[in-house]
């Protein structure tokens, strides 16, 4: 807007001292000096949309350019050819300021050649044609100019965006990494031993009469560190679990909306729980309860497709218990077979101390088992 302003208001001076006739064709027609106003508006007008469409101000201005030749021409219009000429370079679609280049080329030859022909003065020639070069080849060789080095300061920001990417991936997987050993550490160094006091703990107590003065620095011992044990494998399944683990774990209770999940997808799911509803249950075995019987399910409806799938869930006063079982259905590949899914199942039980056992029994049904203990912090 600013810049169709400044070339309309220009082009009125020109015009109001006289400049005009710029061109001084011998027979040209005698007009108002105002009468040049009318095609500076025009330019001046296709200026304002030159970003949104280029090509079109571009050939507004080249109608206003020819009307106000034909009476002699002014600066003013010229101006804004200029300023056109410069947008269609740098604003167009790729491959269209090439075809400008050329056609300005051509443009340039034919009124060099035009002008030879018809004057026959060759001074009058080479005049004339750097004219029209300097008309159209400067501000489409400056539009391009800018046009690449606007494009190689795209590249380079788009390199250092990449870059800036790969870093966070990098420090990502490091931080993974690290987690994943501080977890492995963790439980190679604190897990063993805790367990091990809790466990003699609970032998020596064992041994002992309910009224000895012994009994109660045991119960003490034992009670401390099944607690720190349970704490320690909490922050373990915190450290190796992902992102929504880390937020918002999922419980044995939501069980439940998985299995009205996968039975909207057409397939038989029978899901038994004791006790209904489930009593409190520590974090790790809370959350590796449920992604036991998620993989589960999801192998069966993968790999049995039309099978019926039952799922048991019990939970004593040790231990939990998880068993999911399918027929053959339609179509059954071996589960373990081309994915991770036993293997994840396997880890998430044996990292609480549990057992884990999967494969076909004597009924030629495919059996998850999934035994987790739990510690509880009272004897």
Known sequence: MAQALGVAVLGLLFIAVGLVDAWGFPGGVVVDPWW???????????????????????????VAFGVDAYAGGSLGVIVALVDLLYAAALFSGPGIPRRLVAAAL?????????TFIVGGSLQDTVIM????????????????????????????????????RLSELRESDAVRGERTRMASELHDALAGNLSAIAIHSAAALAQQQPDHRDAEALRAIRSASIEALEELRSMIELLRGEGDALIAPARLAEVCDLVTAVRSRGVDVHYTVTPDPPPHLPAAVDHAAYRIVQE????????????AVHVSVEVAVESLSIVVSN????????????????????????????????????????VVRATIPIVSATV
């Open 296 to 307: 589960a399910l999801a192998n069966a409806t993968r790999h049995a497709i039309g099978a």
């Open 327 to 366: 027929s053959r259905g339609a179509s059954m590949v071996d589960p373990t077979l081309g994915g991770l899914g036993t293997t994840t199942m396997r880890e998430r039980s044996e990292a609480l101390g549990g057992s884990f056992a999967a494969g076909w029994d004597s009924n030629d049904d495919w």
């Open 106 to 114: 051509a443009v340039v030859l034919a009124v060099t050649a035009v």
């Open 129 to 164: 044609g750097v004219q029209a070069f300097a008309l159209l080849g400067t501000p489409l060789w400056w539009g391009l100019s800018v046009r690449q080095q606007r494009e190689l300061a795209d590249l380079a920001a788009a390199r250092a965006l990449d870059i800036q």
């Open 36 to 62: 040049f106003a009318i095609p500076l508006a025009v330019a001046c007008g296709a200026m304002l949309i030159k970003r949104r469409h280029p090509l079109v101000a571009l050939g507004i201005g080249l």
